[in-house]
């Protein structure tokens, strides 16, 4: 299948998030032309300040992604797709379906687009999600977790328990949908365009997407956030729950330029992963990089090693093997995120 080539044009679907603005950069500074969705002129002009200077970048405005046709004017002209809009929250769902229908909808949506509009398009990447590949019910911890694995416990815990669901097995079941919505559609169609998926965790690390208060910052960077502005405490600890497999968001924003750009990716899925992390990790360097923060709890130091023994392992090799990535450390990652989060939020 044909790859895409330095100077040509991609969309970049919700391109006002987290991952995607971090993405839609990577596309250019790789040379690549970006076209991003948005749902509203204020966050395209965001945008376009953003990466003034970086390259060509214009926006569309596409205010619901699940309503029919929602991308047809965006896919037109461009070369490549990497879809990243999505749904993504899990406290006060009453029915899984309001994240399920989005996020399979959104997906489906922009794939019809390009087979009306451009159907010779190179290749299409889905932001999936690690969630699409855990079981923790009938694989539990610790549990070594590779491209091969899917979720097979989200999906069957919506359909027996409906409106009473787990918020997170409602957003999990509706990332497992929709990826294999996406499959189901190149399987079917068969398309002369292939796919890639990208299954990130736990995504750390700067902020660079309009973002004006702690409370609309993405899950994993506001969780990170209440440890470094001192809003837990030492009885907060050890929080497991705050813990997980982690990656540094720039590293996924790479992963999916490499996705549209190496031959071997076609059909394939990537999980990008640096391993577990556990929030000590967070505490120790916090303490060690910026001291003068206040009302970090100490924890127990350096005690990483045994901390993540009873953790699942995501394995990130494939993508480090067949899409050259190279992970970012921890230690920077923190480094970064703080930094990035202190600046916007002043403290």
Request: proline letters at 6%; a negative charge; glycine letters at 8%.
């Amino acid at each position: 299948m044909p790859t895409i080539s330095k100077g040509d044009y991609i969309l970049v679907t919700g391109a006002s998030g987290f991952i995607a603005a971090h993405t839609a950069l990577a596309f250019l500074e790789a040379g690549y032309k970006v076209r991003g969705t948005v749902r509203s002129k204020a966050k395209g002009e965001y945008l376009v300040k953003l990466f003034s200077g970086k390259g060509h970048f214009d926006y569309v405005l596409v205010d619901d992604i699940t309503k029919d046709g929602a991308f047809d004017e965006a896919v037109r002209g461009v070369d490549a797709v990497a879809h990243l809009a999505s749904p993504f929250y899990t406290e006060g769902v009453k029915d899984p379906q309001e994240l399920i229908g989005p996020a399979i909808k959104g997906t489906v949506e922009v794939l019809e687009s390009v087979q009306k509009y451009n159907p010779g398009i190179k290749r299409v990447v889905v932001t999936s999600s690690f969630q699409s590949v855990e079981s923790p019910e009938t694989h539990p911890a610790p549990y070594h977790y590779t491209e091969k694995d899917w979720n097979v416990d989200s999906v069957p815990h919506v359909e027996q328990n409906g409106v009473e669901s787990e918020g997170f097995h409602s957003y999990s079941a509706s990332k497992t949908l929709a990826e294999q919505a996406f499959w189901k559609f190149i399987e079917d169609k068969k398309p002369s365009w292939d796919g890639v998926t990208i299954n990130p965790p736990w995504v750390l690390g700067p902020i660079i997407h309009e973002c004006d208060t702690p409370e609309k910052l993405n899950t994993s960077v506001q969780i990170f956030y209440k440890w470094a502005a001192g809003k837990k405490t030492q009885a907060d600890l050890p929080a497991e729950d705050d813990s997980g497999n982690w990656v540094n968001v720039i590293d996924v924003a790479l992963a999916h330029v490499r996705a549209l750009e190496v031959p071997e990716a076609s059909g394939q899925r990537y999980l990008t992963s640096n391993g577990p992390f556990v929030v000590q990790d967070y505490l120790d360097v916090l303490h060690s990089r910026f001291p003068d923060l206040p009302n970090i709890p100490i924890g127990q130091p350096n005690t990483h090693d045994q901390a993540i023994k009873s953790m699942d392992f995501v394995d990130g090799s494939k993508a480090s093997r067949e899409l050259g990535l190279e992970y970012t450390t921890l230690e920077q990652t923190v480094v970064g995120m703080t930094k990035s989060v202190r600046e916007r939020f002043r403290f």
